[in-house]
């Protein structure tokens, strides 16, 4: 089972700088963490001061070690460059499909080939 960690940040546009810098070097750590498949930052299109932060790690208990980290406490310092508060969800994945699972529908489409 594995979750995913997602964390929506609007930051202030003066201190956008500031927090590109410090998420940059939060990255790389956080990525050879025990456990942690993923670690990435996405900035949104429409609104380059949001930003999406998505973790996918193996277990519950490879996630809460990270928690634990002083790597993530230093994200928690980054809330005061935010413009408003964050939203955070946490998703538990007992299951996941890939393109065939694309294929299976259209295959029972009518019409679709």
Request: hydrophobic fraction near 40%; proline fraction near 4%; aromatic fraction near 6%.
């Amino acid at each position: 089972m594995m979750i995913f960690v997602i964390l929506k940040m609007t930051v202030r546009p003066e201190k956008r700088r500031d927090f590109i810098g410090t998420m940059m070097g939060m990255l790389e750590p956080v990525r050879v963490e025990r456990g942690c498949l993923s670690y990435c930052l996405y900035e949104e299109i429409e609104n380059r001061n949001i930003f999406i932060l998505v973790g996918e790690w193996e277990t519950q208990e490879d996630l809460e070690r990270h928690i634990r980290t002083d790597n993530h406490l230093q994200l928690l310092t980054l809330m005061d460059l935010l413009s408003e508060q964050p939203e955070l969800r946490f998703n538990t994945v007992s299951h996941t499909a890939g393109m065939e699972l694309v294929g299976d529908v259209l295959s029972k489409t009518p019409g679709v080939r």
